[in-house]
């Protein structure tokens, strides 16, 4: 549904880079221009000044004349060529400013806004790193725009100025490296186009090589690594991965080849007929030597701007596509925040599910898929209600917290909080309604409090951060680090900072959860890396740390959700029993006979 047509951002695309650019450095736009009379002064006055001494030197001029006029023109050559250096090397040092400082922003931003069902899309993420290329190098990319740009007017420029010269010549010179520069430049598109064309697999070998290099670099990887020896098989995938992108390459390369071979002929038998005609002429009349310095110079000079002139059509084009790139992604939906005013829920909450129904929707080789995950379900919570969301792998219990948390959206029916669709919702309030902790929610690389309180509240509270520390049983750990609450994480980042277990970390988001204090408390495997005592310490801790707040707890252990008001045993996107612990056991379902499986490793669990 939000996959462009091919060429919709093109223009559209730069009117908005160019607008961006302005906003941030307005006399960059300007440069080109400036680039673009600078360079073609200087190229003029290059072959003006010989021009000068020779006719000067054949006609034996006085000393003094030439010498006058020749400084003059020196002065001229030397403001020129300073004028132009200085305006392209500020043209590189906007470019670069603007891709580090701004793009880059734009694109980490945007990432963060983008709307969840687009970010794990394979078509989302493919946009994501295309955008990511057209960005990702101080060389090539959108970086190069404003050059590019001022190469194309330069070559626009110069063109026509050596093209009045040559004129006075001959019109059917003009017309003669006018042909083959439609033939170079035909050439160029097709070569262009034909690269384009490998642009999504070259993303797509891309982000398995990003994967490959920035995945396996961990602590927790290393340890499998090591323990495993699967230093050979990833290197096995890396030399895969590697090879399909160097075929890639080379296929580009190929073409790019081709482009050489042909522009380079071209050139050859355009420069050899127009230097034929031009010692025919000077032997056939009463042209000076200077004249002949100065029209050889201008032939020259029209093949130089012809090759230059494709040469920056093909560049600008491949810009323009980079540009394509990254506009497309910026064109992504976020968030919907259009037309909703902010809401506010009086708390207790009560939450309802209503046929919610959710499928993910996935590309194939014969098309779009939809894999069905969550069918009808209906579910009413109320205030203070603690509810355990158990099952097999793949009952849709991940999928069934992510809809609740509004970061996917039902296909169908509708999601109630205190009777309000979240539909109405603006993300960020409704967002506010959930403390959660996921089972791959994130330590950040910054102090311990910073990764607690996270600027959630609009005055950090450092009581209220220690009482959640204490809760989550955190509190005794972080007194004996010697900077305390102001360690840093992770060791990778400070020298004085700490590693947290994989049970203190689990701690730690328990803590960041309390501390937002939300109205809904949603806990996704939070104790899978704690060991079973551990984490029955911790449940029974639940009942006061979830006093009048609806709780979601999804486990693998049924024995630690049996405090809970219900529990809903998943099967298949829908619920397949519910009921208290005592209830489903008297049942003898599905949840037994699983719940009896676990109790023969837990000899502490009393049935």
């Known amino acids: 549904m939000y996959i462009k047509e091919k060429n919709q951002a093109g223009g559209k695309g730069l009117l908005f880079l160019f607008q961006t650019m302005g906003q941030y450095k307005w006399y960059s736009l300007v440069l080109p221009y400036l680039a673009c009379i600078s360079q073609v002064s200087q190229s003029l006055v290059l072959i003006i000044l010989p021009k000068f001494v020779l006719d000067a030197v054949s006609t034996s001029q006085e000393f003094e004349y030439l010498a006058t006029r020749t400084i003059v023109i020196g002065i001229g050559l030397i403001a020129t060529t300073l004028l132009n250096l200085v305006v392209h090397n500020e043209i590189d040092k906007c470019s670069q400013m603007?891709?580090?400082?701004?793009?880059?922003?734009?694109?980490q931003r945007k990432t963060i806004r983008l709307d969840y069902n687009v970010f794990i899309s394979s078509q989302g993420k493919l946009h994501m790193e295309k955008a990511r290329q057209a960005i990702c190098s101080p060389n090539f990319g959108i970086v190069n725009l404003l050059s590019r740009e001022a190469g194309l007017l330069e070559a626009c420029a110069g063109l026509v100025t050596y093209c009045v010269l040559v004129g006075y010549l001959h019109p059917l010179i003009l017309v003669f490296l006018s042909v083959f520069f439609l033939i170079e430049l035909t050439v160029a598109i097709k070569i262009e186009n034909k690269k384009q064309d490998f642009k999504e697999e070259k993303a797509r070998a891309d982000r398995r090589l990003n994967y490959i290099a920035y995945g396996t670099r961990g602590m927790e990887e290393a340890k499998d690594i090591r323990i495993f020896s699967i230093g050979a098989m990833l290197k096995k995938i890396t030399r895969d991965v590697i090879e399909d992108k160097v075929r890639i390459e080379t296929r580009v390369q190929k073409w790019q080849l081709v482009y050489s071979a042909v522009s380079c002929f071209l050139i050859l038998v355009r420069d050899s007929g127009a230097y034929i005609f031009l010692i025919y002429r000077?032997?056939?009349?009463?042209?000076?030597?200077?004249?002949?310095?100065?029209?050889?110079?201008?032939?020259?000079?029209?093949?130089?701007?012809?090759?230059?002139?494709?040469?920056?059509?093909?560049?600008?084009?491949?810009?323009?596509?980079?540009?394509?790139?990254?506009?497309?992604?910026?064109?992504?939906?976020?968030?919907?925040?259009?037309?909703?005013?902010?809401?506010?829920?009086?708390?207790?909450?009560?939450?309802?599910?209503?046929?919610?129904?959710?499928?993910?929707?996935?590309?194939?080789?014969?098309?779009?898929?939809?894999?069905?995950?969550?069918?009808?379900?209906?579910?009413?919570?109320?205030?203070?209600?603690?509810?355990?969301?158990?099952?097999?792998?793949?009952?849709?219990?991940?999928?069934?917290?992510?809809?609740?948390?509004?970061?996917?959206?039902?296909?169908?029916?509708?999601?109630?909080?205190n009777g309000i669709c979240s539909k109405s919702f603006p993300p960020k309030e409704y967002y506010k309604l959930?403390?959660?902790?996921?089972?791959?929610?994130?330590?950040?690389?910054?102090?311990?409090?910073?990764?607690?309180?996270?600027?959630?509240?609009?005055?950090?509270?450092?009581?209220?951060?220690?009482?959640?520390?204490?809760?989550?049983?955190?509190?005794?750990?972080?007194?004996?680090?010697?900077?305390?609450?102001?360690?840093?994480?992770?060791?990778?980042?400070?020298?004085?900072?700490?590693?947290?277990?994989?049970?203190?970390?689990?701690?730690?988001?328990?803590?960041?959860?309390?501390?937002?204090?939300?109205?809904?408390?949603?806990l996704d495997e939070p104790t899978a890396a704690l060991d079973p005592i551990s984490e029955n310490e911790i449940y029974e801790k639940y009942h006061d740390l979830t006093k009048d707040k609806i709780s979601f707890f999804v486990s693998h252990r049924l024995a630690s959700t049996r405090f809970c008001d219900r529990i809903i045993f998943m099967e298949d996107g829908n619920i397949a029993e519910m009921g208290t612990h005592e209830e489903l056991i008297r049942k003898n379902g599905k949840y037994a006979d699983m719940f009896r499986v676990q109790s023969e490793y837990y000899q502490e669990v009393v049935v």
């Open 98 to 107: 603007f891709l580090f400082q701004k793009l880059t922003t734009m694109w």
């Open 282 to 417: 000077y032997l056939s009349s009463g042209m000076t030597i200077g004249d002949f310095s100065l029209y050889f110079a201008a032939i020259t000079g029209i093949g130089m701007w012809l090759t230059k002139l494709s040469a920056a059509i093909s560049g600008w084009r491949e810009s323009c596509n980079y540009v394509k790139d990254f506009y497309d992604f910026i064109l992504l939906p976020e968030d919907d925040t259009k037309d909703k005013a902010r809401m506010d829920i009086d708390v207790p909450a009560t939450i309802e599910l209503k046929d919610v129904s959710f499928s993910y929707k996935v590309q194939t080789e014969d098309g779009k898929k939809e894999i069905p995950i969550i069918c009808d379900f209906n579910l009413r919570v109320e205030a203070g209600e603690k509810i355990a969301i158990v099952g097999v792998n793949g009952a849709g219990k991940s999928t069934l917290i992510k809809l609740l948390c509004g970061m996917l959206t039902p296909d169908k029916g509708e999601i109630l909080v």
């Open 434 to 522: 959930f403390s959660a902790v996921f089972q791959s929610s994130q330590i950040l690389p910054v102090s311990i409090a910073d990764n607690i309180m996270l600027n959630i509240k609009p005055e950090n509270d450092k009581q209220a951060m220690w009482e959640c520390i204490k809760k989550a049983g955190l509190e005794e750990k972080i007194k004996s680090l010697s900077k305390k609450e102001n360690t840093c994480l992770l060791k990778q980042v400070s020298e004085e900072g700490t590693q947290l277990s994989g049970g203190q970390e689990q701690r730690l988001l328990l803590a960041r959860a309390l501390y937002k204090d939300a109205p809904i408390l949603v």
